[in-house]
């Protein structure tokens, strides 16, 4: 199984950049890299999803390396309204073995 | 807003009760999941419907747990002689068809306190 390992929690001042690091080692030729964000008590949110390269939306980038090992989810410019749990997934839609949340990066984004 | 919606947003129960949850997912979405979270844990994964179809089903749900979608449409999660163990919050999201990894649209939960 493509195991994620992201770190349990990161701190931040606002307006700094924060990355945050997910290993998949194991990661399969079928398998997206998947990125969500949660706040407490509702439902996770989701915000990028990329096989490889760099993906950017407008809310956050992702960065994966050529050997898709691993990956880094940057936000740009955080806000005390960044502060969330963050969840990184690999897998491909149909093989909900890999359909793994963990218990993510919690981010602390402090004024 | 067409997002996830789900009902009740929160339900109290007696333990040995029967609870069923909605859940209406986005309407052109056809995969739909259910999902429990407990306090400082992911969610976890419990079932997964294509369609009308239920095509995957966690080995760790008891089988008091059922789901069902008659129509392809709305979900719904059903607890049977609910125990204390089975307080947590309860999640559904729906996919696009044309989605290829983990994309998922979440509703904001169904709480359930099992008293």
């Known amino acids: 199984l493509a195991k994620t390992t992201q770190p349990i929690s990161m701190d931040s001042y606002e307006g700094q950049e924060v990355n945050i690091t997910c290993s998949h080692n194991?990661?399969?030729?079928?398998?997206?890299i998947t990125w969500y964000q949660q706040f407490p008590s509702q439902g996770p949110r989701f915000i990028i999803q990329?096989?490889?390269t760099k993906v950017t939306n407008e809310v956050a980038s992702l960065f994966i390396p050529a050997d898709r090992k691993s990956s880094t989810l940057s936000l740009p410019r955080v806000s005390l309204s960044d502060t969330a749990v963050y969840y990184c997934?690999?897998?491909?839609?149909?093989?909900?073995?890999?359909?793994?949340f963990g218990t993510g990066t919690r981010l602390q984004v402090f004024p | 807003d067409t997002g996830v919606s789900q009902d009740p947003r929160h339900k109290i129960t007696k333990r040995g009760q029967n609870v069923t949850f909605r859940c209406d997912p986005i309407?052109?979405?056809?995969?739909l999941y259910w999902y429990r979270q407990t306090l400082g844990q992911g969610p976890e994964f419990l079932t997964y419907?294509?369609?009308?179809?239920?095509?995957?089903k966690s080995r760790l749900l008891s089988d008091r747990f059922s789901a069902e979608r008659p129509k392809g449409s709305f979900s719904t999660l059903e607890i049977q002689r609910t125990e204390q163990g089975d307080s947590a919050m309860y999640l559904c999201?729906?996919?696009?068809?044309?989605?290829?990894?983990?994309?998922?649209?979440f509703g904001p939960g169904t709480r359930l306190t099992v008293t």
């Open positions: 999201a729906s996919s696009p068809r044309e989605g290829k990894g983990y994309e998922q649209y």
């Open positions: 194991n990661i399969a030729t079928n398998d997206y």
């Open positions: 990329g096989y490889k």
């Open positions: 997934l690999v897998g491909d839609m149909y093989n909900t073995d890999k359909l793994i």
């Open positions: 309407s052109e979405h056809n995969r």
């Open positions: 419907f294509q369609n009308e179809a239920q095509l995957e």
